[in-house]
């Protein structure tokens, strides 16, 4: 059995595609009733990541766990998992948690929740993803309204990654002990604007969408009004200040699956109806 956390989320929904394609068993973490979003074979059993107590049903029987980082208390949610005799953990984490930098909110809570995994006493795989795909989504209400994206750091390319491959990859972590012990860095194979992608987008539905770049003031305070300031700062630091570098493709996708990286047109192909 495999516990799934955030398996109605881009990427969790995927891990769990990946293992019931590899005929495993699974179960899903739910705040209450079963998501309709789940599939029928899935299980679901409530708990909490931010309370560690309450994972004791969810974790029972379970000898592998995706875990999503930056909860309250991830000593104590790894904590959980070692007393359940969990055999191996793969954390979903990112690509910054690379650079060590505390100072930055982001990379902070990655770098704690990875500490918590590798502290555990449980084998572990840790994945470091790219942007992912699947961000391209928060642009349906814009493309309901007409044929413009208003996106920001419009000049930063970033070889994005499906969370189709981060699905598969988390499972080849779960199920080969091979993979114990390793930081991955995924990417997809090509790094793109958000031109680029709008583009590709566009020639997928058939429609001549055009980019229009948010200034960076506009976009502090669009993303204020969503977040806290100091993940504001964080990815001002990334894409502005230049700390995070995320167009370099790598290699990982392809060495632990044996194929290349799906490409944002397959992407966009697979999810155009999100999008009419």
Known sequence: MFLVTGATGNVGAEVVSALIAAAQEVRALVRSDKPPALPAVVEAVAGDLNRPESLTD????VRGLFLLPGYEDMEGVVAQARRAGVERIVL??????????TSNAVSAYMLRSEAAVKGSGIPW??????GFMSNALRWRDQLQAGDVVVEPFADVAVAVVDPADIGAVTASALLDPAHEGRSYVLSGPEALTPADRVRILGAVLGRALRLEPQSNEDARAQMTSQMPVEYV???????????????QV?????????REPRSFEQWAAAHAGAFR
């Open 58 to 61: 969810a974790l029972a029987g």
């Open 92 to 101: 979903l984490s990112g690509s910054s948690a690379g650079s060590g930098d």
């Open 125 to 130: 795989t840790i994945l470091r993803p790219f």
């Open 233 to 247: 700062d964080a990815f001002f630091d990334f894409y502005v200040d230049g700390s995070l570098d995320e167009s």
């Open 250 to 258: 790598q290699p990982t996708v392809r060495e632990v699956l044996g």
